[in-house]
C-alpha cells in the first residue's frame, strides 16, 4: 500500500518555527516532483511549495516566500517544509503531495496529484 505521512505539525507562537516532514511508502517518490499544500478551516485547500525530482527547483506560493523552505531527501523517501516566522494566518492543516498528473511544473500548483497524505495540523497562536 503507497502511503504519505506527514509529521511535525504542532501548537507554536507567532514567529516561531516548525519543520514538517512527510515520508512515502509502498515505493520510491525520489523520480517525481513533490508539494506541500494547505486548508484554513472554511478555506479552500491553497498551494503552499513543491519541488522537482532533484530537489533543483522549488516554487513558493507568494504569501510564504522567505519564510517556507521545501527540501527532499531521496534515500530517505521525504520531502520537507521548514517554516519561520509563523503567522496566525498559517494555521491550518498541511498536506503533502506526490507525483503530479502533468509533466509541466506550471500545472504543479493546481493541486492534481496522484498520491495525498492525510495531513498534519499547525497552529498558530497570536
Known amino acids: 500500500q503507497v502511503q504519505l505521512v506527514e509529521s511535525g505539525g504542532g501548537l507554536v507562537q507567532a514567529g516561531g518555527s516548525l519543520r514538517l516532514s512527510c515520508t512515502g511508502s509502498?515505493?520510491?517518490?525520489?523520480?517525481?516532483?513533490m508539494g506541500w499544500f494547505r486548508q484554513a478551516p472554511g478555506k479552500e485547500r491553497e498551494f503552499v511549495a513543491c519541488?522537482?525530482?532533484?530537489?533543483?527547483?522549488?516554487y513558493y506560493a507568494d504569501s510564504v516566500k522567505g519564510r517556507f523552505t521545501i527540501s527532499r531527501d531521496n534515500a530517505k523517501n521525504t520531502v520537507y517544509l521548514q517554516i519561520n516566522s509563523l503567522k496566525p494566518e498559517d494555521t491550518a492543516v498541511y498536506y503533502c503531495?506526490?507525483?503530479?498528473?502533468?509533466?509541466?511544473?506550471?500545472?504543479?500548483?493546481?493541486?492534481?496529484?496522484?498520491?495525498w497524505g492525510q495531513g498534519t495540523q499547525v497552529t498558530v497562536s497570536s
Open positions: 519541488i522537482t525530482w532533484r530537489g533543483r527547483n522549488t
Open positions: 503531495a506526490a507525483e503530479p498528473k502533468s509533466y509541466y511544473a506550471s500545472t504543479w500548483y493546481l493541486g492534481e496529484y496522484n498520491y
Open positions: 509502498g515505493r520510491t517518490f525520489s523520480s517525481t516532483a
